[in-house]
């Protein structure tokens, strides 16, 4: 039989291990675990660098418990921006789209308040898709396995509201400066955008136009020094561009209008 540890040995460990937040997270662990075997897994889990998040088996976003699993991106908090942006935009009734949607948390955020809405969500990386799934069932959603646009049913072309778009912008070489949590982790192909980080974004844009609906908008993340180059890759997909962006959630965000 295991022996249950105590708060204070739960920080004590995981402080040693580097982490910073050790109080708080000592705190989810013991809230979270079903058995003192599973709090000493847990830490020993997370001493060994796994992110907290994928110790838990959920991360919270927009006020909501996301399950998440080991190998799927885990979604940031300055996302949340994102969220509260197409909210902003978001007609009554809206068709969403959520692109790259690693566990569907953007898609489950934005319709969360919602009485009626459709909600689809794509990801290429199979545990992702589960993940999404699992978080998405719940409110009527359907994820599907594969690359972008591709798995997304026809009848969705032209009748996008809210595409969100939460596409991998770490320049390739940047990859390697990621804190490990990350690097480690989370998939690659959840964080690499190509050379200069919008590889995949301008695949996106390139087609975002022939599924948006008439007024409808385009919503990813990027970095400001990619501003420029992500607005012109917009303007190109026929969309109208603009910038938000956000002290609070050190956050940019970028808009694209299809005309009505």
């Known amino acids: ?25 000592a705190r989810l662990i013991l809230a979270t675990a079903r058995t003192p075997g599973d709090a000493s897994a847990m830490v020993d889990r997370r001493a060994a660098g796994l992110p907290l998040e994928h110790v838990l088996g959920w991360a919270e976003f927009c006020g909501l418990r996301i399950a998440v699993e080991p190998g799927v991106f885990v979604p ?16 009554p009734r809206p068709v969403v789209v959520d692109l790259c949607c690693g ?19 794509a990801d290429v990386e199979p545990a992702a898709v589960r993940c999404a799934r699992a978080n998405i069932a719940p409110l009527g959603g359907h994820a599907y396995e594969g690359d972008l646009f ?30 490990p949590e990350a690097r480690d982790h989370e998939p690659r192909v959840a964080l690499d955008g190509g050379s200069d980080g919008l590889d ?4 996106v844009t390139a087609e975002a136009a022939r599924w948006l609906a008439p007024g409808g908008h385009l919503l990813f993340e990027t970095s400001e020094r990619q501003v420029p ?9 026929g969309l109208s561009a603009a910038v938000r962006t956000s002290e609070e959630f050190h956050a940019t965000v970028i808009v694209g209008a299809k005309p009505v």
């Not at 566990?103 to 459709?118: C, F, K, P, R």
């Not at 591709?150 to 940047?174: C, Q």
């Not at 180059?229 to 997909?237: F, K, P, Q, S, T």
């Open 1 to 25: 039989m295991t022996t249950p540890l105590t708060e204070s040995a739960i920080v004590s460990r995981l402080r040693a291990a580097g982490c910073v937040f050790a109080e708080d997270e």
């Open 76 to 91: 940031r908090r300055r996302t949340e921006f994102l969220v509260r942006e197409a909210a902003a935009l978001a007609p």
């Open 103 to 121: 566990s569907g948390a953007l898609g489950a955020a934005l319709v969360a308040g919602l009485d009626e809405y459709a909600l689809h969500a």
């Open 150 to 179: 591709a798995p997304l049913p026809d009848a969705l072309r032209g009748r996008v509201d809210v595409l969100l778009a939460n596409v991998p912008y770490v320049p390739t070489d940047d990859v390697a400066l990621m804190p």
């Open 200 to 203: 995949v974004l301008r695949r």
């Open 229 to 237: 180059d992500a607005v012109a890759a917009v303007e190109r997909g």
